[in-house]
């Protein structure tokens, strides 16, 4: 394995060695990228996020991360999203408190609490941009922030919103939302048009015409077969900054030594197979083949 799979082992290591796993990236689709400190390295299927870290997906990008709660944090393409904090503090229950913060910087978010999340209680505050701010205990939630405005859509649950010099409110009604134009104070609390949500909704959940990579998946897909170490590092490192988890093997092969830069995380032979089309328009990389596990 070349330096810069080495490097991503090293990520995860390094979150082994700080932090408490309380959010991992379960499904993604690439480009997306994880941010720690000096580092920005590709997102990985089942790599652990740390508070302080920020995740950022790229066009047609989708990452969806699952915190420790089982709750689900789900980000649109060309996204980016911070977690500031996030931890298990004693509030004198058998089970603690997850506290922290969940913002999103840019792009389309959706968060939502599962059926094992009632184990759990939280304190979470959500920023979307500068300007939108909501304590969430258990809800369901999309969010957005972009050049135009700031905004929240409750989907179920109730929320307390706010934005600078304006009061707190509370939004108990499902499917209304929140809205703060750029340089502009807040809209009422109104009714979220069903064409909106028609098309909110699904800019955060996978593409469905395009496997995802799986916290799990154990098929891996062959992108490249090259004769030395430094060939495949150099394809590794190139495919890594646009923001597919690549790693390389050496493989024993009739024709001698090969290295090969796989792309891993598929759950089925056939995901990884109609993958290579992909690989194909986006990376200009052909005949890419299946490595069965």
């Known amino acids: 394995m070349q330096a810069f799979a080495c490097a991503v082992l090293l990520l995860a290591g390094d979150v082994r060695a700080q932090a408490p796993e309380l959010a991992r990236a379960m499904l993604l689709q690439p480009p997306a990228w994880v941010e720690r400190g000096d580092s920005r390295l590709p997102l990985y299927p089942g790599a652990a996020i740390l508070p302080g870290d920020r995740v950022v997906t790229g066009l047609n990008g989708r990452v969806q991360l699952e915190l420790e709660d089982s709750s689900t944090i789900k980000l649109g393409e060309s996204a980016q999203f911070e977690l500031p904090a996030l931890e298990v503090v004693d509030d004198g ?86 809205v703060v134009p750029r340089g502009q104070p807040p809209r009422p609390i109104g009714p979220t048009p069903p064409q909106k949500l028609a098309t ?24 490249l077969s090259v004769g030395t170490e430094e060939q495949a590092a150099g394809e590794a490192g190139r495919l890594g900054a646009l923001g597919y988890p690549v790693e390389t093997l050496a493989s024993q092969t009739p024709a001698g030594l090969r290295h090969r830069v796989l792309l891993g995380g598929f759950a089925s032979y056939g995901d990884a197979l109609q993958y290579r089309q992909l690989a194909a328009q986006r990376l200009k990389i052909k005949g890419a083949w299946v490595m069965r596990p």
């Open 200 to 223: 909110w909704l699904p800019s955060t959940e996978m593409r469905p015409q395009e496997p995802a990579l799986k916290s799990g998946g154990r098929f891996r897909l062959v992108l």
């Open 93 to 178: 229950s058998e089970t603690g408190l997850l506290k922290g913060a969940l913002k999103i910087l840019k792009g389309a978010f959706r968060y939502t609490t599962g059926a094992f999340s009632e184990l759990r209680k939280r304190e979470l505050d959500v920023y979307a941009g500068p300007t939108v701010t909501a304590g969430i205990r258990g809800t369901d939630i999309f969010a957005k922030s972009d050049d135009s405005q700031d905004l929240l859509c409750l989907l179920e649950g109730t929320v307390q919103v706010s934005s600078p010099d304006a009061p707190l409110q509370t939004m108990d009604q499902p499917n209304t939302f929140y």
